[in-house]
């Protein structure tokens, strides 16, 4: 038995009763007051805040299926091609996106902007599902995009074929109400220590954005390797990025490229928040421009392991025109409103005093150019603490820097090492390849936590999300990476997106295995852990 599913269950009987039912009464509470046994409804993850399922209704996706958008609606024209577009190529229907002047509710899939009703929100969707109509209500369109996400889920996992399957397609009945725990639901790819082709990125963006996460942290930056075009400092990505970890030859993304990539992001509700990494993690700034050296010398590239060895030499001028110039042109490639100033590490025999006053010359640097400010959290030392978000990094729960800048205004995103860090080996085997520092983080332990309490002295009211990095000195290629985001990166996208009450183990144990089978059909290289009873594969092709 599922008991999540139970649970999810019971979040919806309790609605509907309007009655809350708690405890051990719960699955019994469900039979009777619904009348229903758990429905694939609530298989989704994240698991949505609301699930009332209508077992005696299915609604079956057909040839002549079309999706409707309100005529001159930007957005919900956007969802509705997006959702086409991801279910065309499994189903090989044609699946039109028709604009009509005004909706009603035709028989089909509709998409549709309302106003937010209090239990959606911004960001969170409604669902309903009839024998001849489907409809996803939101109040914008990153709610929309969030309800076509939660969607595909409810497809049986073939629909994530790239060929053409013979279904059915149906879609079980009844109704989702959804919306975030958070505001901020991150991941973080760190491009610095491994060049990746953008089409690798982008798959990365498609492979985060199904659960929920609206927030995709690139870092650029680092020892190893700069990744970005900067018109003003051009040998920034022609020499510092020509290399990476181990060697090898690197590269960089043109700014075409990259602005390719956010928007590529932005269709899919994914926010790009670049990070330039500074003072420290910026060897390959440093060989690039021998002035950025306090010495005048540039240093060799570096293709090794280390970290904490670099920095840029403070207090001068040139260094000032350096962040004000690479933070004037990332800013206006940055359709968001973060941008990460790293701030980690910072341990080459830097001062304190000189740290907090170059971070403080950033953050301004940030706010001139339009832009919030994001750092690792030592960050919060240097940056104004009324309005920096910083990244708690560690794997413990005590830091005077995060709690007493959280009392001061500052808001928070956790990461902590031993719960979010996907480069964490997962057992002391597996892989052979993973980081060890923060221990092993196996299946359980990244979904086990709560933001909320996870750092003493910061509130709840101070964090402002999550993110799971991924940096990948470890992982050369994307199989390998895959490995370590899947399943942790789903798990902690649940922890961020659903209510705290509705979190369980049992729960998302029960719900992975299916998502299992679309990575399966993703191509995607994901740690079949011990501790989730996965199915049988589905055939590929
Ligand atoms: C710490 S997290 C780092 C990175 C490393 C990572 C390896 C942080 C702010 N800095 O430079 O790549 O650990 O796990």
Redesign the pocket.
């Known amino acids: 038995m599922k008991s999540g599913l139970r649970f999810s269950g019971l979040i919806a009987a309790a609605t509907l009763a309007a009655t809350v039912i708690t405890g051990a009464d719960a699955p019994g509470a469900l039979a009777d007051v619904a009348g229903t046994q758990a429905s694939p409804l609530d298989e989704v993850v994240p698991l949505p805040a609301v699930v009332e399922p209508d077992a005696d209704v299915t609604f079956r996706l057909t040839p002549a299926t079309a999706i409707f958008a309100r005529f001159g609606s930007d957005e919900t024209v956007r969802a509705a091609t997006l959702l086409a577009e991801d279910l065309r190529p499994a189903t090989g229907f044609p699946l039109p996106v028709v604009r009509v002047p005004d909706l009603g509710t035709p028989p089909g899939i509709s998409l549709r902007l309302v106003p937010d009703d209090g239990r959606i929100g911004q960001e969170g969707y409604r669902l309903d599902v009839t024998r001849t109509a489907v409809t996803i209500a939101a109040a914008s369109a990153a709610g929309l995009t969030n309800g076509v996400h939660t969607l595909r889920q409810l497809l049986p996992p073939e629909i994530e074929s790239e060929t053409r399957r013979d279904g059915p397609w149906l879609l079980p009945g009844g109704r989702i109400i959804d919306h975030p725990r958070y505001a901020y639901r991150g991941a973080m790819l760190?491009l610095a220590?491994y060049y990746f082709p953008p089409d690798v990125v982008k798959r990365h963006i498609d492979k985060v954005s199904m659960y929920k996460i609206n927030y995709l942290h690139l870092h650029l930056t680092?020892d190893q390797g700069w990744r970005v075009e900067i018109d003003s400092w051009p040998r920034l990505a022609t020499y510092g990025g020509s290399t990476q970890t181990g060697g090898g030859p690197g590269g960089y993304y043109t700014k075409d490229e990259y602005r390719d990539i956010v928007s590529y992001a932005q269709r899919r509700n994914v926010t790009i928040v670049p990070e330039i990494d500074v003072p420290g993690?910026t060897n390959a700034a440093l060989a690039s421009y021998a002035e950025l050296n306090c010495d005048g010398i540039a240093p060799p590239l570096y293709t090794g392991w280390d970290?904490g060895f670099s920095s840029l030499c403070l207090g001068r001028p040139v260094t000032e025109q350096f962040v004000d110039d690479v933070i004037r042109e990332v800013a206006a490639m940055t359709p968001g409103e973060y941008l990460h100033i790293g701030g980690?590490?910072a341990t080459a025999g830097t001062p304190e005093a000189d740290y907090v006053a170059f971070m403080d010359m950033a953050a301004g640097i940030v706010a001139k150019y339009g832009k919030k400010v994001i750092g690792?959290h030592e960050s919060l030392k240097g940056t104004p603490p009324s309005t920096s978000v910083g990244q708690y990094?560690y794997p413990w729960p005590d830091d005077e820097t995060a709690a007493g800048a959280a009392a001061r205004g500052a808001r928070l995103i956790m990461s902590p090492?031993n719960r979010a860090?996907l480069?964490m080996k997962y057992t002391p085997t597996v892989p052979e390849f993973g980081?060890v520092?923060a221990g092993f983080v196996e299946a359980e332990n990244a979904y086990a936590w709560d933001p909320d309490t996870t750092v003493n002295g910061v509130a709840p009211a101070s964090v402002l999300g999550v993110e799971a990095?991924m940096?990948t000195?470890i992982a050369p290629d994307e199989k390998s990476v895959d490995f370590m985001v899947f399943p942790r990166l789903p798990e902690i996208a649940e922890v961020a997106w659903t209510p705290r009450e509705a979190l369980n183990w049992e729960s998302i144990r029960a719900r992975l295995p299916e998502q299992g089978q679309r990575w399966d059909l993703w191509g995607i290289n994901y740690y079949r852990s011990p501790q989730i009873p996965w199915a049988a594969q589905l055939p590929v092709g």
């Open positions: 760190d220590r680092d993690h970290v980690d590490e690792w990094w090492a860090y480069d980081q520092w990095t940096f000195q």
